[in-house]
């Protein structure tokens, strides 16, 4: 039948060689799993563990979890001690949060702690305020609030620019209320992106054909394109 193909099939996955291609493997199988499918997905979590790779055994613990029915406590546990015994921060915060969002009111809520405290430890500006953000996609809404405030601030200590831009316009784009000012901070962070490049681009180049403008027209069009394409979030 149907459930004995697709264990099969994830069975076949999980002898991949590769470890990429039997990430990739997994994941689409996963898919096919049926929500009361405990076995299958016992199957699945017990692929998580034969993955060396942190970041991709993160992905396809998050693809198992959003799998399991909330009253599946036995493997929601599971997939907690996964979660837990991931090392990178940035990584855990995600695994943490996917499981907390399938768990109970009283222990999603110590989840969730564990997830923000793996998220506000983690050492790189841009991977900390991209971690909080990711736990902030599966807080309750007022909670998810206070965090996406952090994701901000996180955002405006980035030196990179470019993703100053990213963060601040995703921030934008989920705090409504604080879209103008968030935007125009994000704006200016683009214009100076935007500028440095066309300084650049112009700086070889030092003559000029009669008739032609001196290069700020293409430095002001470039100004709006930075922000044009960050603001394009779905």
């Given at each position: 039948?149907?459930?004995?193909?697709?264990?099969?099939v994830?069975?076949a996955?999980?002898?991949t060689?590769?470890?990429?291609a039997?990430?990739t493997?997994?994941?689409?199988?996963?898919?096919l799993?049926?929500?009361?499918?405990?076995?299958?997905?016992g199957?699945?979590?017990?692929?998580?563990?034969e993955i060396?790779?942190?970041?991709?055994?993160?992905q396809?613990?998050g693809a198992?979890?959003a799998r399991l029915?909330?009253?599946?406590?036995g493997?929601?546990h599971?997939?907690?001690?996964?979660?837990?015994?991931?090392?990178?921060d940035?990584t855990?915060?995600?695994?943490?949060s996917?499981?907390?969002a399938?768990?109970?009111?009283?222990?999603?809520?110590?989840?969730f702690d564990?997830a923000l405290a793996?998220?506000?430890?983690?050492?790189?500006?841009?991977?900390?305020?991209?971690?909080l953000?990711?736990?902030?996609?599966?807080?309750?809404?007022v909670?998810?609030?206070a965090?996406?405030?952090?994701?901000?601030?996180a955002?405006?200590?980035?030196p990179?620019?470019?993703?100053?831009?990213?963060?601040?316009?995703?921030?934008?784009r989920?705090?409504?209320?604080?879209a103008p000012d968030?935007?125009?901070?994000?704006a200016l962070?683009?214009?100076v992106?935007?500028?440095d490049?066309a300084?650049?681009?112009?700086?070889p180049?030092?003559?000029?054909?009669?008739?032609?403008?001196?290069g700020?027209?293409?430095a002001?069009?470039?100004i709006?394109?930075?922000?044009?394409?960050?603001l394009?979030?779905?």
């Open positions: 039948d149907a459930l004995d193909l697709i264990g099969a994830l069975a996955a999980r002898n060689q590769n470890e990429g039997r990430v493997a997994l994941n689409l199988v996963i898919d799993i049926p929500v009361d499918a405990l076995d299958l997905l199957a699945a979590l017990a692929a998580v563990r060396k790779g942190e970041r991709p055994r993160a396809v613990l198992v979890t029915p909330t009253n599946s406590s493997r929601l599971e997939a907690l001690a996964l979660a837990r015994a991931i090392c990178d940035e855990r915060a995600s695994a943490l996917a499981v907390a399938r768990l109970v009111s009283d222990e999603a809520r110590t989840v564990e793996a998220a506000r430890a983690t050492r790189d500006e841009v991977a900390r305020a991209r971690a953000s990711i736990v902030a996609k599966r807080l309750p809404v909670e998810a609030k965090v996406l405030g952090e994701v901000a601030e955002a405006r200590a980035i990179d620019k470019d993703a100053r831009v990213q963060l601040l316009c995703e921030v934008a989920r705090l409504p209320d604080q968030l935007l125009a901070e994000g962070a683009a214009a992106i935007a500028g490049a300084r650049v681009g112009r700086e180049h030092h003559h000029q054909e009669e008739g032609d403008d001196d700020d027209g293409d002001d069009r470039a709006d394109l930075p922000l044009a394409e960050h394009d979030i779905q």
